[in-house]
């Protein structure tokens, strides 16, 4: 039996279409929410509230601490769409599900995403409140969200990963947090399947394979939101130590709590590179 054939980019259309008619005008810019990140929503103006569930084909997050709502909205004069909550591999979704939201805002016409993650830091000068600007990663999840046929209509059959998180944005980002006196850090993200953490031993793994910080998200999207052609930026808040780097063990809700803490600080840098952006 052959498998069921799913037309990803009809749904896509579909969802974009629903959203299009929600709203006045669709922002060329989207920022994607990590762990304990959502309340950077809340700096939004002027929001429309689009619940995940009311989406035509959106899934539905399962996991404490991410919301499920897709936001149109401006910080000040800067239009955006914010994804509160976000899908992960760990829950059991296929990659395709993972990231089918950034074929939404592909078939919306967004340009830039920009993506948000908590991360552990493995480098030995990196600390929880840090703030990395992801340089290049490393795709370790053992699957790939481009895997099976290839629908041209939606990108290229072998895309170009030389420069997923593109070099002129990560420029404006260093560029704003130092006029913030904020310390932007390039680095390199490992992605790994999870939902557990990472063992002191793959720990070091990472860190010989030149890893400076380890999560379980944003890799798959960055690479669907290359291959729709959108340009990406991502920031990996460091929520702890990675396994091993101090000893102690890494709980779920510290990540939380450190995203929380963290959030007034991501949200000055998002929103100059918003208004950056919006008028460049
Ligand atoms: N490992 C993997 N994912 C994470 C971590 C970590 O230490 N912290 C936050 N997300």
């Not at 579909?14 to 920022?31: G, M, N, Q, T, Y």
């Not at 994804?83 to 950034?102: A, D, K």
């Not at 072998?158 to 932007?184: C, Q, W």
Request: proline letters at 8%.
């Amino acid at each position: 039996m052959s498998e069921p054939v799913i037309d990803l980019a009809a749904r896509a259309a579909e969802s974009a279409l629903f959203i299009k008619r929600s709203v006045p005008a669709v922002p060329p810019l989207a920022l994607v929410l990590g762990s304990g990140l959502n309340e950077l929503a809340e700096g939004v103006q002027d929001a429309t509230v689009i619940p995940y569930r009311d989406i035509p084909h959106f899934p539905v997050p399962t996991v404490a601490g991410h919301a499920g709502n897709l936001l149109v909205g401006r910080i000040d004069s800067a239009g955006l769409i914010v994804l509160q909550g976000r899908f992960h591999y760990y829950e059991g979704h296929p990659l395709e599900v993972v990231t089918f939201p950034m074929r939404v805002l592909q078939f919306l016409g967004v340009r830039t995403v920009i993506l948000t993650a908590a991360t552990g830091g493995i480098r030995a000068d990196l600390r929880p409140g840090n703030l990395v600007c992801l340089s290049d990663h490393l795709n370790l999840i053992g699957d790939n969200p481009l895997r099976g046929s290839n629908d041209t209509r939606l990108g290229t059959r072998f895309p170009d990963m030389t420069e997923v998180y593109s070099k002129k944005l990560r420029a404006v980002a260093r560029e704003e947090g130092k006029r913030l006196g904020i310390n932007v850090i390039p680095g390199v993200y490992a992605c790994l399947p999870g939902p557990s953490y990472e063992t002191p031993a793959e720990i070091r793994m990472l860190q010989a394979l030149g890893a400076d910080v380890v999560g379980m998200s944003t890799v798959p999207e960055a690479i669907v939101a290359r291959h729709g052609g959108m340009d990406v930026l991502a920031f990996a808040l460091v929520t702890n130590s990675a396994a091993g780097v101090l000893g102690t063990p890494i709980s779920h809700k510290e990540v939380l709590d450190a995203g929380k803490k963290a959030t007034p600080l991501l949200g000055k840098v998002l929103r100059r590179v918003a208004l950056r952006l919006s008028d460049p």
